[in-house]
């Protein structure tokens, strides 16, 4: 196994509105559609791909919709936030683009010397935007 790990392949997370998790990751955030599979543990689910326009990996998220599913607790070991990186200096646009959306975010904040937009969680997401 290689020492040096540039970065994670991807996330995969739980969708309880299927079609909210579509609007809410092309259209609000801006990813592409780029791959829709089975669940290997459950054929009868879906596996949705979001991603750049490429595929490339590290910008892909994915999901698994449980249609009605309800909201996951965050427990020991579990991750409880996704952090998308956005280009520096852009905290700004994307607070404005998510207002327009009618996503409440938190307003910007210094965290780890970046400004990050936290806790947008209206996305079916707990996200953090750091630029």
């Known amino acids: ?3 040096d790990v540039s970065g994670i392949h991807h996330v995969t997370a739980i969708a309880s509105d299927p079609a909210r998790n579509l609007a809410s990751y092309t259209e609000t955030l801006g990813l592409r559609p780029v791959k829709r599979s089975v669940n290997q543990d459950d054929v009868s689910v879906y596996h949705l791909f979001y991603g750049d326009r490429v595929g490339s990996p590290g910008t892909s998220m994915t999901f698994f919709p449980y ?3 309800g909201q996951g607790r ?4 579990q991750a409880s936030t ?4 956005v280009p520096g200096g852009s905290v700004d646009y994307w607070v404005g683009r ?3 959306a009618g996503v409440d975010a938190d307003d910007p904040r210094e965290r780890f010397g970046d400004t990050v937009d ?3 969680e209206e996305l079916g997401e707990r996200l953090v935007l750091p630029g």
């Open 98 to 100: 998510l207002d327009g």
């Open 67 to 69: 249609e009605g599913a």
């Open 74 to 77: 965050v427990g020991t070991g």
């Open 82 to 85: 996704t952090a998308f990186l």
């Open 1 to 3: 196994m290689p020492e």
């Open 118 to 120: 936290e806790d947008v």
